[in-house]
T-cell receptor
Framework: ELKVEQNPLFLSMQEGKNYTIYCNYS?????LYWYRQDPGKSLESLFV?????AVKQEGRLMASLDTKARLSTLHITAAVHDLSATYFC????????????FGTGTRLKVLA | EAQVTQNPRYLITVTGKKLTVTCSQN?????MSWYRQDPGLGLRQIYY???????DKGDVPEGYKVSRKEKRNFPLILESPSPNQTSLYFC????????????FGQGTRLTVV
């Protein structure tokens, strides 16, 4: 059974600190997606990673993909309160089938 | 404004009473899908559609039906809802390419009593 696991599930951190969220998946895939969800809101796309070694950055967030290790990371630099949200990774296990599998999410709380 | 619109946003219904949740997108996307979100389980795909009249099951299709008669609309039908279908439902759409992100609707919170 395909699994997408995120660690940690909950993360409370101080403003200004750095931290990394990990997304491990159990099948081969060269496509990985990161989404953000604010409480009571919909999901918003953050990054689309399309190949081994892909790295993308937007503001204080940077995502990377290692398809050989079946691992993606979402690194947070100098966290601010506005980054408080739940972050999901999702995998397309077989390119072109659109059967996306989501991780359980990481709830991030940044304390002022 | 590019968007995915779901209706209703909130719905409380009784067991066995057929209901439909509508989803419409104005971006001319080929691909549409439905997810349910439950605490601790993340999002699970119910059904997806790669184009008009082309639909397929996701991971949790039991108890749901879909149709894709028009490109912009992808309704989710619960013929006989049960309490275990109480959940938060999201519709999503994207271009016919896994190189792009999906756009999600606002969500429909369904309670079946």
């Amino acid at each position: 059974e395909l699994k997408v696991e995120q660690n940690p599930l909950f993360l409370s951190m101080q403003e200004g600190k750095n931290y990394t969220i990990y997304c491990n998946y159990s099948t081969t895939s060269d496509r990985l997606y990161w989404y953000r969800q604010d409480p009571g809101k919909s999901l918003e796309s953050l990054f689309v990673l399309l190949s081994n070694g892909a790295v993308k950055q937007e503001g204080r967030l940077m995502a990377s993909l290692d398809t050989k290790a079946r691992l993606s990371t979402l690194h947070i630099t100098a966290a601010v309160h506005d980054l408080s949200a739940t972050y999901f990774c999702a995998v397309d296990p077989t390119s072109g089938t659109y059967k996306y599998i989501f991780g359980t999410g990481t709830r991030l709380k940044v304390l002022a | 404004e590019a968007q995915v619109t779901q209706n209703p946003r909130y719905l409380i219904t009784v067991t066995g009473k057929k209901l439909t949740v509508t989803c419409s997108q104005n971006m001319n996307h080929e691909y549409m899908s439905w997810y349910r979100q439950d605490p601790g389980l993340g999002l699970r795909q119910i059904y997806y559609s790669m184009n008009v009249e082309v639909t397929d099951k996701g991971d949790v299709p039991e108890g749901y039906k879909v149709s894709r008669k028009e490109k912009r609309n992808f309704p989710l039908i619960l013929e006989s809802p049960s309490p275990n279908q109480t959940s938060l439902y999201f519709c999503a759409s994207s271009l016919y390419s896994t190189d792009t992100e999906a756009f999600f609707g606002q969500g429909t919170r369904l309670t079946v009593v």
